[in-house]
């Protein structure tokens, strides 16, 4: 009982440390772009590519079978939602939110399972 209590607390610190983090860091994107005068006079390109190469690397983890490439991929979707803000391609947004939840349950079903008795 104790292990799997442990473990149910690991989970929720490493899923919140992921949101906050990837959600401070999307923040930040939005805000930047908005003082720079918005998306047309914002050069994010080096920006989206370092996402896109952060999802490759993820979903090179995750196939490999290493649970923590589902969380590294989670992390990514609010620095998506900063990149859509910024760049006003509300789309984006949709896209994280599913790609989150479809994540986080990855991310769940990777975890061993608890012992029994």
């Given at each position: 009982m104790f292990r799997r209590t442990t473990q149910h607390v690991a989970t929720r610190?490493?899923?919140v440390g992921a949101l906050f983090g990837g959600s401070t860091l999307g923040a930040l994107?939005?805000?930047m772009a908005r003082h720079a005068?918005?998306?047309e006079q914002t050069n994010l390109s080096l920006f989206c590519w370092l996402l896109?190469?952060?999802g490759i690397v993820g979903t090179a983890v995750t196939a490999r079978g290493i649970g923590w490439g589902w969380l590294l991929l989670f992390g990514l979707q609010p620095l998506w939602?900063?990149?859509a803000v910024a760049t006003e391609q509300?789309?984006?947004v949709?896209?994280?939110v599913a790609f989150a939840v479809?994540?986080?349950q990855g991310y769940l079903r990777s975890l061993p399972p608890a012992p029994c008795c």
């Open positions: 610190g490493v899923v994107l939005a805000a005068g918005g998306p896109v190469l952060g939602v900063g990149y509300y789309g984006f949709v896209s994280a479809i994540q986080l």
